[in-house]
């Protein structure tokens, strides 16, 4: 590339005046508006390059090693300084400090009545770059519903620690009466105190949940049916000694703190490993009540509840899309039933009950909210 910042050339054209040249050759100086600059007229001399033609005829010139903006204005318009005006009025040239040998320059003297001009014709020339051609590879548009979470993601464990007890809460033992810590939460290696409805069903070595209460009768987000408490497993306690209808326990395992009063009951897994796979089935639900009513999203991680269960063909492994028909935007109070399904998300299920199921979210791209449908086809 080469600069067009002036310097002295060898062999310029030279200028002359009128008296002096060619009557053919003369052409009238103009200023870039179309005004002649003072009256005296000048003709083009020399430059075998340079193909003459009458005034407001279009001229060619090709650009040769050494040359200049400032030159070239000088030679074909009579005045080196034109070039900045010339360039301001010519879009085509994008920068006015680079032009390559071999560049083919359009230019017009011009008139009354237009201006001079100058202009890359786009012809030869260039640093010798050519941009490759970006590879690409023509596909058939996929067509269907809104799909996202389709991949397998390899067994991994998942902490479940929430329960959604039954309506009547019969499985429950009893409960924590007191414990030997000083202070209010009790943790592991503490020894507890459990007031149980049959002392006589408890050997040394048995092991029991504790769960600690998180929210009382979850009714169902469309029918309003009821289903049990939600309850956060605290931990897991083995029974070392019964002493008349005390049954002395100690915390071997701890999930979250422990508190008197919380409920004893059969152990149930809580760090479950399991494949996640697309969801492949027929059936369709809603999630119907979460663990933590203390956080404000729920997300990728979280157990919630549906409201299938093993009565409706449900299994440990089985997966779920999480649906909605909505704007994010501006559907924040319910959703638009005329719009299409949209997949938000998946849950895959760790423990199963009679009539509902404990999962775990394992993707979702916003907040999941309870209520939301889950389905394991999309049409």
């Known amino acids: 590339m080469l600069s067009l910042i002036p310097y002295l050339a060898a062999a310029l054209p030279t200028v002359a005046h009128a008296q002096d040249a060619n009557p053919v050759e003369i052409a009238e100086r103009m200023d870039v508006f179309g005004t002649p600059a003072d009256g005296t007229t000048y003709v083009i001399q020399g430059g075998d390059n340079l193909g003459m033609g009458t005034v407001g005829t279009p001229d060619v010139y090709t650009v040769q090693p ?5 030159e070239i204005a000088s030679r074909f318009l009579g005045d080196a300084a034109y070039w900045p005006r010339l360039w301001s009025i010519n879009e085509h040239i994008t920068n006015p400090h680079w032009i390559y040998p071999g560049n083919r320059i359009v230019f017009r003297m011009g008139t009354l009545l237009e ?25 058939a548009a996929t067509c269907g519903p809104d799909l996202r979470f389709l ?10 620690d929430g329960y959604l007890a039954s309506r009547e809460g019969d499985e429950f ?17 503490d020894r507890i105190y459990l007031k149980v409805d049959d002392p006589d069903a408890f050997e040394c070595g048995d092991m029991v949940g504790v769960y ?6 979850v009714k169902h987000p469309t029918d309003r049916g009821r289903y049990g408490d939600v309850y956060r497993v605290a931990a897991e306690a083995r029974v070392v000694h019964r ?17 008197r009063g919380d409920r004893i009951g059969p152990p149930v897994p809580v760090n479950v490993q399991v494949e996640v796979t697309r969801p492949d089935g027929e059936d369709a639900g809603h999630i119907i009540a979460r663990t933590y009513n203390d956080r404000f999203t729920m997300g990728p991680g979280e157990p919630v509840f549906i409201d299938r269960g093993r009565a409706d063909g449900v299994r440990v492994g089985h997966s779920y899309f999480i649906v909605e028909r909505r704007d994010p935007s501006v559907d924040f109070a319910k ?3 005329t719009l299409p399904e949209s997949v938000i998300g998946r849950i895959v299920i760790v423990r199963v009950d009679e009539t509902t199921s404990t999962a775990v979210i394992a993707d979702a791209d916003r907040d999941i909210l309870v209520g939301s449908r889950v389905t394991q086809k999309l049409e």
């Open 115 to 139: 201006p001079p001009s100058l202009t890359l014709d786009g012809t030869g020339g260039g640093d010798g770059y050519v941009a490759p051609t970006a590879p690409y590879t023509t596909v």
């Open 212 to 217: 600690h209460l998180e929210r009382k009768r």
């Open 173 to 189: 033992y009893g409960k924590v009466r007191k414990g030997r810590s000083e202070g209010s939460f009790l943790a592991e290696r």
């Open 335 to 337: 959703e638009d039933k």
């Open 66 to 70: 050494g040359d200049t903006l400032w």
């Open 151 to 160: 991949n397998r993601k390899l067994a991994r464990s998942y902490t479940a």
């Open 243 to 259: 002493e008349d209808e005390t049954i002395t326990a100690v915390v071997v395992n701890s999930f979250s703190e422990v508190e």
